[in-house]
């Protein structure tokens, strides 16, 4: 079974605080990807990566950075969160060519922004 | 840009019933179709997805048929199941672009 873990599970964060959410995938894939889900809202695309070095701007990347500085770590940077930031994130990691679509999500991280 | 529409936030339904859950999309091209399923409490899992050889996808009862003149991917159960409660996305992408668009959402419970 592929394996994506997020870290923090939970996290309370100050407006203008900076947070860090981690993902790492033992899945050897090229592929990984930060969505927020929020009600009413779905899955939204933060940031994704094609592979150690590279971060592509999904849907919504305002206020977001990424890095992925391995194939196996993909991290989500707010430098300056907001409480609009609350939200769960997800990290997923996924084949080569979305066509595919087996994207496998980790548990994700509960973020609150007071 | 490409975008999927999921009109209905809340479905609910009694047991045995049948179940269509409607997704659209918009794609200036051919995309490929996805519905994932998110349990209480766990990440969201790949249900079914489109294929190109005119197969019906089916998995768990579920099946879901592209309708390229219509721009939909309904996901359809013959007779609905108290495990089947759960939130389910209909997502697309393009043939060589990794990125994949979600719907809304709908989350789906059935009753006794």
């Known amino acids: 079974e592929a394996a994506v873990t997020q870290s923090p599970r939970n996290k309370v964060a100050v407006t203008g605080g900076k947070v860090t959410l981690s993902c790492n995938q033992t899945?050897?894939?090229?592929?990984m990807y930060w969505y927020r889900q929020d009600t009413g809202h779905g899955l939204r695309l933060i940031h994704y990566?094609?592979?150690?070095?590279?971060?592509e701007k999904g849907d919504i990347p305002d206020g977001y950075k990424a890095s992925r500085p391995s194939q196996e770590n993909f991290s989500l940077i707010l430098e300056l969160a907001t409480p609009s930031q609350t939200s769960v994130y997800f990290c997923?990691?996924?084949?080569?060519?979305?066509?595919?679509?087996?994207?496998?999500f980790g548990e994700g991280s509960k973020l609150t922004v007071l | 840009g490409d975008s999927v529409t999921q009109t209905e936030g809340l479905v609910t339904l009694t047991e045995g019933l049948p179940v269509m859950l409607n997704c659209t999309y918009q794609?200036?091209?051919?995309?490929?179709l996805f519905w994932y399923v998110q349990h209480l409490n766990e990440a969201p899992k790949l249900l079914l997805k489109?294929?190109?050889?005119?197969k019906r996808p089916e998995h768990q009862g579920f099946h879901a048929t592209l309708h390229k003149s219509s721009s939909s991917f309904h996901l359809q159960k013959s007779s609905a199941q108290l495990s089947d409660s759960a939130l389910y996305y209909c997502?697309?992408?393009?043939?060589?672009?990794?990125?994949?668009?979600f719907g809304a959402g709908t989350k789906l419970t059935i009753k006794p």
């Open positions: 990566s094609y592979g150690a070095g590279s971060t």
């Open positions: 997923a990691s996924g084949e080569d060519r979305g066509n595919t679509g087996q994207l496998y």
């Open positions: 997502a697309l992408s393009l043939y060589g672009n990794e990125k994949i668009t």
């Open positions: 489109s294929f190109t050889d005119n």
């Open positions: 899945n050897n894939h090229n592929n």
């Open positions: 794609s200036t091209y051919s995309p490929f």
